[in-house]
Each structure stands twice: as C-alpha cells, then as structure tokens.
C-alpha cells in the first residue's frame, strides 16, 4: 500500500523475470544525489546486475530501518518446498470490510487443512494474525499517553507555581491596586493590565522553551520513542501553533484567578490588612494552598512514575542472559549469491576469515552464527525426538541455530551438560547438536539428554546430543524461554551471516582490524551492521532508558518547582506575619514552638497533597504497565521510598522559613511596624 516517489513498485511478473530492485531514499541520495533518473539505471549487487524500477519513499521503513533495497523473493526450490522451516515473515492486506476477527478465524482454518494434509511438519502449527500498526510500534501508544501525561502535569506545576506567584505580586501590590481603583481605575482596566503582565512572561517563557531543542536537537533525538520516527525538521507549524495556544492559555487560565482577586481590592479593607500584617486571608489563601497541594500531587505521580521504570530496569537488568556480552564484537557479513554458491568456496572464505582474526592480538575468539541473539524472535525449526511418544497437542518447535565450530563458546554460553559444538564436528563427522535447557527438560526430563537423538526433517537425517547449555536469550528480554538447538555449519552445508568476536578491551575499537581481515580474504566483501553485543543488548530497552529518562527529570524537575512553591508561600507568610512572630518572640514564645508553627502549615499542605498524589498514582501507573517488567504498578517500595524523598525534601522546604522566622529580632520588627 506505499506509493514510490519515483517509478513503480514490484508487480507479480518481477518474480519471475528480470532482475529488479526498489532502493531506499537514503541510497538515492547517498549513491545518487537525489538523480530522478536513477529509474533505469542497471546496479549491480552481489554480482548480479540489477534494473532499478522504484525509490521507496523517505519515511518508508517496515520492520527495519537499515534497509537499502528490495528485491523480489525467488526462492530455491529444495527451499520452496520444505515444509518444516519457519523463518519468513509474511504480510497481506485485508479485503475492504474484512475484519481482523473474520481473518484471523479464516487462517486458523487454512492452518487445519494444512494439519491434515501435511501432518509431519503442520500438526499443532497454527497461524495468528497481528496488526502492522501493532507489530511495528507495540506499546508506542500506551508509551506517547504517558509521556504526555507527564509533560502536562510538569505543565500543570509550572502553571500553578506562576499563580502561586502572581496571587503573591497581587498582595504584595494590594495597596497600589486599592488606590488605583479608588482613583477611577475600572476593574477591567486593573484585570487587563494583570493578565496582559502573566501573558509576557508565559509567552517569554514559551519562546525560551521553544529555543530549548532546536538548540539540543541531537538530546532531543535520543529522547523520541524507538518505534517513532523524527521528522527532519523538529518544528513545523502545527506545533509551533499548538506551543502558542499552549502559552497564551496558560498565561489567560493562570491569571485570571490573582486579577479578579486583585481587582476586588479596596483602600480600607487593604490598609486593614497591612496594619494586620494578614496574607492571603479568605479565599485567595484558600487558593494559594491548593495550588501547592496540586504541586505536590503532581510531583507524587511523577516521582512514582520514574521509580517504576527505574525498578523496571533493574529487573531486566537482573536477567541471566546465558551468555557473556561484555567485549564481543558483532558484525554482518552476507556472502552473495552466486559468486559463493559452492559450499566449499563458502566454507574456505569462513575458515580463512576466522583463522586470520583469531592471529590478531588482543582476540580470544572468532565465530559466525546463522541468528544472535536478541536479534530475532523465530527462525525456528520443526522437530521430533527418537524413542518419545508425541504427545497429542504439542508443539514441537525449536529455535534452529548454526554456528562454526567456536560459535558458542566465543558467545559465551555456559554448559549445563556435555559439551559445547567444538572442531570435531566437523564436515563428514557424525551429526552433533546442543540443546539448551528448556528442551532438555521439557522433552527430554528423565535422565541425561547425552546420546539421544534428534531430526528436523521428517525423513532426514538424526542428530546426536552432545552437550546442554543454559538457557540463552535468543529471542529479548520478554520473551519466553523457548527449546533451541545448535547445530554445525559443515554438518548442515549452513551460511551463517554474523561474525562473533571476543576482544580483550573495547570491541568497537578492533572493528577496523577484523575489516581488514576480512578484505584480506575478499576485498569485495562488504560487511554492515557493526556493533558490540552490548548495544545490541541495550537497544531492546532503549525505549524503557528513554522513558525512565525523562520521568527522571519530569519528576526532578516537578519536586524543584513544587519545593520552591511551598518555600515561597512559607517565606511569604512569615514576611506578612513578621510583627505577630514577634510579639509571639517578645511575650516569651520559644525558637522550637515559633519554627513547628511555621512548619506545620507547610507540613499539613504536602501531607493532603501526597494524598491525593498517591490516590492519582495509583490510577496513572495502571495505565503504564504493559511498560513495566517484574514490577507491579502499586509497588509498596516504590511508594514509600518516593514518599520518604518527597517528604525530606519537604522538610527542607519548609525548616528554611520556619529558622528564619525563629530568628526574627521582635524589637526590629516593632520599631519598623
């Protein structure tokens, strides 16, 4: 259903004729410089000579973002007609006013006949169906919901802390207001001239914010969802429009309470309250306290928000992964067809490839392997034991894994029984496999898994167990354990594309070394997808680091504004409450009874407002736990320890105020009263 920005895309007759490719934008423009007469032109890729028919549009990607071009799938026929091999990811539209419900049903029924007519291969293999939208982005959506509801309670703070503010400046200006409106002044003359105050420093406020990311673009990238793709241009004008109703409307919302306050003001009722010292009396200070309540909440939610992705992290962190990803070095180098087509030419550049990295200093091993792991959740492969009874409704699918001789040790795999595939499984050898644990104890649970036998062809040939190794998390973090097995490339005439090699220091760094190697052996051979296992590991939670990232600072920054709330509506009270403080001082009030009757106010505020927080936390990280992993949403710990952080800091917002008014000198205060 995608359109190519220039030329066609693939039509049934290209599987069949000539040699056709579709290349990505970015190769258009990187090989081509955005040439619109690249529709034509003959390019030749893995020896073959190639006519290019279409140039994908600029933000096509499906499944991968690394994809330079397509060409039609022709399979070979030995290929085409195994029935036992599962690795190929098939897509389809559905007819208008079909349902994903009558679909689904419809291939389960295909999936049975299948059974019937091929029961080796297809008995207890079904088929689902899964939305494109949901393949590809996954949780993205629960993902934005809480992003934006974390952006907008910092907005919500932020706003509240600027009517705090201005409901201050309103008091401290009563007076001022009083005369003007006893001088003639109209209250909509006094309320304009406020809001128009509060609409300068939002939209001031709302340039800087703008200015932010464009000048940190690059951080802002590194913050954007995996699964989301962000545009060229950070800005356009949709958002620009939307960051200015944003600052207009808050400063109009935000304002409107302290101007209609204000604007009420009279010179009797304001000289009453100065010879008082009163702030905030009735209900502006009814509203002053909400706000900081409102703070507070906030910056509960966030803060439990965080911690539960902090926790999260910790979890998954926490996983063994069956293997050692520290110091290895991965890269993808794909032999071509034809000029490899002879397995003894692939099995020499292979050999000869491994040999000269393994002499370069600094190496403690080199392997390929058909699939690493956290790279693919199937390639999986139909299987039966000898001497087991199949039991009815089993599924007998197993992740299917070739590696060369060195594979699984240079990965790091732990062996549980037996032995690791090593040189004497070699071609001509007796067939061998490792199993990991799963399939050892859910197919093979009584006694040792040594010696017995294994196929994945009905009719093909058996393979010997020779060793069972720990569970290895070939499919992520959250994907269930599932039966593999790891077979010799010479043994079964394999490919493997990835390079594996374990380096004594930072594996990027011998990147350039193992090129070198490989140019050596076929200075045509391209390789790609460079990276340490490490990153490859930290990709598939790159997501949840992004998310806990930014409720980090979210909830940092939220704790920072409210803190400097509720200092302020503290300090401000014991400025307007000086000449009280210092009667209290003066009639024989103690520094313990004068620094609790200031705190208290503060205390009872942040007490009702984490309660609320904890009531609106409990029901915002509901809507976030398809993003947490061994953590429930309503965790006590995380609770209490976000408690116990909001409440010292709390403390400290509060004890500043509260020491100073303890040291207000009462003969200072009287005489300036």
Not at 108 to 125: F, G, H
Not at 340 to 361: E, H, L, M, N, T
Request: proline share 5%; aromatic share 6%; net charge positive.
């Amino acid at each position: 259903g995608v359109a190519p920005q220039l030329g066609r895309a693939f039509t049934a007759g290209d599987a069949q004729g000539a040699q056709v490719v579709v290349i990505s934008d970015a190769l258009w423009r990187r090989r081509y410089g955005s040439d619109p007469g690249v529709v034509g032109r003959s390019i030749v890729m893995n020896d073959v000579r190639h006519e290019v028919v279409g140039v994908a549009p600029k933000a096509f990607a499906f499944l991968a973002r690394d994809v330079d071009y397509w060409i039609p799938m022709r399979l070979p026929p030995q290929l085409a007609n195994t029935r036992n091999s599962h690795f190929l990811t098939v897509v389809a539209r559905l007819k208008p006013g079909v349902a994903v419900d009558a679909a689904a049903r419809e291939m389960k029924s295909i999936a049975a006949q299948l059974t019937v007519e091929y029961p080796d291969s297809n008995r207890d293999v079904g088929a689902v169906i899964v939305p494109v939208r949901e393949q590809v982005l996954g949780d993205t959506r629960v993902e934005v919901l809480v992003l934006t509801i974390a952006a907008a309670s910092i907005v919500l703070i932020a706003c509240a802390n600027l009517a705090s503010l201005l409901l201050s400046r309103a008091w401290a200006r009563r007076g001022e207001y009083a005369v003007r409106l006893a001088l003639g002044a109209t209250r909509g003359r006094l309320i304009r001239q406020i809001v128009t105050e509060a609409l300068c420093l939002s939209i001031i406020g709302g340039v800087l914010g703008l200015g932010i990311p464009l000048l940190a673009s690059p951080m802002v990238e590194r913050f954007v969802p995996v699964g989301l793709q962000l545009p060229a241009m950070i800005f356009d004008w949709p958002l620009l429009a939307f960051a200015g109703v944003l600052s207009v409307s808050t400063g109009l919302l935000f304002s409107l309470g302290p101007a209609l306050q204000s604007s009420r003001a009279s010179t009797a009722e304001a000289l009453q309250q100065h010879a008082r010292g009163a702030v905030g009396a009735g209900t502006t200070g009814l509203f002053r306290d909400g706000l900081v309540v409102l703070q507070v909440a906030a910056t509960v939610v966030l803060l439990v928000a965080a911690g539960l992705m902090l926790r999260t992290l910790a979890n998954l962190n926490a996983i063994e992964l069956g293997f050692n990803p520290d110091r290895l070095l991965t890269m993808q180098v794909s032999l071509p067809q034809p000029k490899y087509a002879d397995a003894a030419k692939r099995a020499s550049f292979v050999d000869r490839v491994v040999a000269g990295i393994r002499a370069q200093p600094g190496v403690g091993g080199a392997a390929f392997g058909s699939t690493l792991p956290f790279q693919s959740i199937g390639n999986t492969q139909w299987f039966t034991i000898e001497g087991r009874q199949d039991v009815p409704g089993e599924i007998r699918d197993t992740l299917y894994r070739v590696g060369t001789s060195d594979y699984l040790r240079t990965l790091g795999a732990v062996v549980v029984e037996g032995r690791l595939i090593d040189e004497r499984d070699a071609a001509g050898a007796p067939l061998a496999t490792v199993v990991n644990q799963t399939m050892a104890q859910q197919f093979l649970p009584n006694g040792s898994a040594l010696g017995r036998r294994i196929r994945f062809e009905p009719e093909g040939p058996w393979f010997t167990i020779v060793g069972v190794v720990r569970n290895v998390l070939e499919r992520g973090y959250e994907q269930e354990d599932k039966p593999a097995v790891y077979v010799s490339a010479p043994q079964v005439d394999g490919n493997p594309a990835n390079l594996v090699v374990r380096v004594a220091a930072d594996p990027l760094a011998q990147a350039p070394a193992v090129q070198r190697v490989i140019r050596s052996v076929d200075p045509d051979q391209p390789v790609r997808l460079i990276r340490s296992m490490s990153d490859v590991v930290g990709s598939t939670v790159a997501d949840r680091q992004q998310h806990t990232a930014l409720l980090i600072a979210f909830g940092g920054l939220a704790m920072l504004i409210a803190s400097i709330g509720l200092y302020g509506l503290l300090a401000q009270s014991v400025s307007a409450r000086s000449r009280e403080i210092g009667l209290r001082i003066a009639l024989g009030a103690t520094w313990n009874s004068v620094v609790t009757m200031v705190m208290s106010r503060g205390i009872v505020l942040t007490a009702v407002g984490v309660a609320v927080g904890v009531l609106g936390a409990w029901m915002f990280t509901r809507v976030m736990q398809s993003l947490l992993y061994g953590v429930n949403a309503g965790d006590p710990t995380t609770f209490a320890i976000v408690l116990g952080l909001l409440a010292t800091v709390a403390v400290i917002a509060c004890a500043i105020p509260a020491i100073r008014a303890a040291r207000v000198d009462p003969m200072v205060v009287l005489r300036e009263q």
